[in-house]
């Protein structure tokens, strides 16, 4: 492939998926005019027509969609392996993108990581809090940290944390008022704390002898982080549903009260998932060995 095609596509590339000649050239480091000039000059060369312009936005055509989703793969590919061999070197090194949730991020994430980073100072970590199911591939990031039920099967993952247990738990107060639910179906009598995913608001689920069910509550809050819904909880807002260990403390000092314990069986954890054609490098490969969940 001539030099001048390679260059262009990157740019092709970077215009189409921010959307944005401003931002793609601040990321490619040219001016606008230089950068537009290179996509016309490459649509001139291959005689189509690969994005849409106009004055507030910028979009890939049909022709510029397609180009996108069967060279763009390739092409990260390549950039993936130089930046593997430029990591080859006595100390690794590099730049890992992870999107995860605040929960796995403060008890997993951060105290295994700790030591990694102390260990090996050329290795930079960046976390991106997210509850939404990112596609990471899309997105750009070398990894992800799901729940075991949420993983795709086309990536590989693997387990950093024990399993997880989420229940539901409310304030005496707030049942000195109300009766407990004796099942889940009782919950929309409740008042209950909802969770905000980027895909709706979540269902909570529930699984008893084989039997599973999702229930959809309602209430006069919801939030999309869940130190948010442990804090209204313990305002007595209403009923929450979290992960145990982290409500751990108060149902110990009785700020809390479990209901609902025969419905909330444990379930697998947190794993950190990459695809499967990602090629490992150095600081990767450290980074799985030290948040891999050992039991």
Request: aromatic share 6%; with cysteine; charged share 25%.
């Amino acid at each position: 492939m001539p030099r001048d095609d390679m260059s262009d596509l990157l740019s092709f590339l970077a215009v189409a998926r921010d959307r944005s000649f401003t931002k793609a050239a601040r990321r490619l480091g040219v001016s606008q005019s230089a950068l537009s000039h290179t996509l016309r000059r490459l649509e001139a060369r291959l005689g189509l027509r690969l994005l849409t312009r106009t004055t507030r936005s910028v979009s890939p055509t049909t022709t510029g969609e397609r180009l996108l989703r069967t060279v763009g793969p390739r092409l990260d590919e390549v950039h993936a392996e130089l930046v593997a061999l430029t990591e080859l070197r006595d100390k690794p090194a590099g730049t890992i993108r992870i999107t995860t949730s605040d929960h796995a991020a403060n008890t997993i994430l951060m105290p295994k990581l700790a030591r990694l980073l102390r260990d090996y100072p050329d290795i930079k970590i960046e976390i991106d809090i997210d509850y939404g199911l990112t596609d990471i591939v899309a997105e750009r990031y070398d990894a992800g940290v799901r729940l075991g039920e949420q993983l795709a099967k086309d990536m590989i993952a693997v387990p950093i944390g024990p399993p997880v247990r989420l229940v539901v738990v409310a304030t005496p107060a707030y049942f000195a008022k109300r009766p407990a639910p004796k099942k889940p179906q009782d919950l929309t009598g409740h008042s209950c704390i909802n969770l905000r995913l980027s895909g709706g608001v979540y269902a909570w689920e529930f699984a008893k002898r084989g039997r599973e069910l999702r229930v959809r509550v309602d209430g006069q809050l919801c939030v999309n982080g869940v130190d948010e819904i442990i804090s209204a909880a313990r305002a007595g807002i209403g009923l929450a549903f979290v992960p145990q260990d982290l409500v751990e403390p108060y149902l110990a000092n009785g700020q809390l009260k479990l209901v609902l314990e025969d419905w909330c069986p444990p379930f697998p954890g947190f794993h950190l998932y990459y695809p499967s054609r990602k090629q490992s490098s150095p600081a990767f490969s450290l980074l799985v060995d030290a948040l891999r969940y050992r039991g």
